[in-house]
């Protein structure tokens, strides 16, 4: 460990706190600026306790920026004035998308790190309390529980025509190999048992890296890390689901059988429009694929509904392919016309009142299946990795088929260390949740 202390180091550590918004991809960037930041400060969790609020903002659609908004003027109102010398710092998407634009509409935040520039973090907070900045080669884990995220590229080399993330996160780059079985071994180490492989766009990992190395190749590597009990695969589009990846994933004991895949429509019409590859027949055969390498398998999807120019007979469409598709988990988003993309500014827009009202549609057609499935699995005996409490105290764990804080839990009648794997019988189902007795 090395120690920089510049000008004016405060006597005593200044505490931040991180909040995060948006989706899990968030919360691995912001695990990151914890890491760099735990030398140096004292994290908090309560923005009470806090001197430096870090706000992780999400752009990712309209809503997201203006959750961003009103999280950030409420720092800088109440939380800021309540306390003098408090510190408002806004990172992530927003900065990233919004730029300069931002502080000229925000003055009192005291400063914008987008996410290009994150890994500055640490300096910008040091510069503007003047504490000493600690610089550490092992960075410690700071998300607690048996699951870690594994982000294993940022940035995205698709253009979906709805989409804003490569404005913000800027073009696919993937992660080295080595590097990321380091920082699963640490993970590990540091008591993760499940591993949650995330980025924009998982399939593409190492198309950019030399000698363009494939999915599958990392899947193996991670397999053989020690005392990895999970590894699961999210954000894999279609395209990149190879009879290579799914040769891996069938014959790793510790791979789940679970697979995120976005498909966002179903007609060709609408998806071509999109910028994306397909049509609800294609993903139809390729259901039939991977159930064919791993049956009982648990499919993930997401949705997108009202797309410009979406007829009644799409919707009818993508309604028809959810059916035959039988997804476990659906999650169906309105479009939102973001600001720049190329969607935006097509014409036949949808009124919003029909894309929501097609999005629930979809989403009653989605619980109907989903809920079935789950239902079923009541009298099976499952092995479940074991979380800890929930927010009610009640003791809760997850199955192979429920990825972390998206597809609902498994609830215990007994406590057992967290991390643990346990031998649970299903007696009962509630929506999404199932309710287990512990065996063994
Ligand atoms: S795959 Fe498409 S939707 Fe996903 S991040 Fe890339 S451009 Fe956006």
Request: net charge negative; charged share 25%; glycine share 8%.
């Amino acid at each position: 460990m090395t120690s920089a202390t510049p000008k004016d180091a405060a006597a005593t550590v200044p505490a931040v706190c991180i909040l995060t918004l948006g989706c899990p991809k968030n919360e691995v960037d912001s695990d990151r600026m914890a890491a760099s930041l735990a030398p140096s400060f004292s994290l908090v969790d309560d923005l009470a306790d806090a001197d430096v609020a870090v706000v992780n903002t999400c752009s990712f659609i309209r809503e997201a920026t203006e959750e961003s908004i009103g999280v950030v003027l409420d720092l800088t109102g109440s939380w800021k004035t309540e306390r003098p010398g408090r510190i408002v710092v806004v990172a992530g998407c927003m900065p990233a998308r919004y730029g300069d634009e931002l502080a000229g509409a925000m003055p009192e935040v005291d400063a914008f790190v987008p996410v290009a520039d994150e890994e500055n973090l640490a300096r910008v907070i040091v510069g503007l309390t003047g504490a000493a900045l600690v610089v550490t080669t092992t960075p410690p884990r700071t998300t607690p529980g048996p699951s870690a995220y594994l982000q294993v590229s940022d940035g995205c080399h698709r253009r979906c025509t709805f989409c804003a993330i490569p404005d913000i996160r800027g073009d696919y780059r993937s992660r080295p190999l080595a590097e990321l079985v380091v920082e699963a071994e640490f993970l590990v180490a540091g008591g993760a048992r499940e591993l949650v492989l995330v980025g924009q766009d998982v399939s593409a990992w190492g198309h950019d890296l030399p000698g363009a190395p494939v999915l599958a190749e990392l899947v193996q590597a991670l397999a053989r890390v020690q005392d990895l009990t999970w590894i699961r695969l999210m954000y894999v589009q279609p395209d990149g689901i190879t009879p290579e990846l799914l040769e891996v994933m069938s014959e790793a004991s510790n791979v789940v059988h679970y697979l995120d895949m976005p498909l966002q429509h179903a007609s060709r019409d609408v998806l071509r429009r999109m910028g994306r590859r397909g049509d609800g027949a294609e993903f139809l055969r390729l259901i039939h694929v991977i159930r064919s390498y791993m049956p009982g398998i648990a499919l993930r999807t997401t949705l997108i509904s009202g797309f410009p120019g979406e007829t009644r007979d799409d919707a009818r469409r993508v309604q028809g392919f959810l059916r035959d598709a039988d997804f476990d988990y659906v999650g169906v988003f309105p479009y939102s016309p973001e600001e720049g993309t190329p969607a935006a500014a097509m014409p036949d827009q949808v009124p919003a009142r029909t894309r929501r009202a097609r999005a629930q549609r979809l989403r009653d057609i989605a619980d109907e299946l989903g809920t079935a499935r789950v239902a079923r699995l009541a009298g099976a005996t499952l092995e479940v990795l074991v979380e800890g409490l929930d927010d009610e105290g009640t003791p809760v764990g997850r199955h192979r088929g429920q990825a972390p804080e998206v597809d609902g839990v498994v609830a215990l009648d007994r406590e057992s260390p967290a991390g643990t794997m346990a031998r649970v019988e299903i007696v009962d189902t509630l929506g999404y949740d199932l309710i287990g007795e512990v065996r063994s």
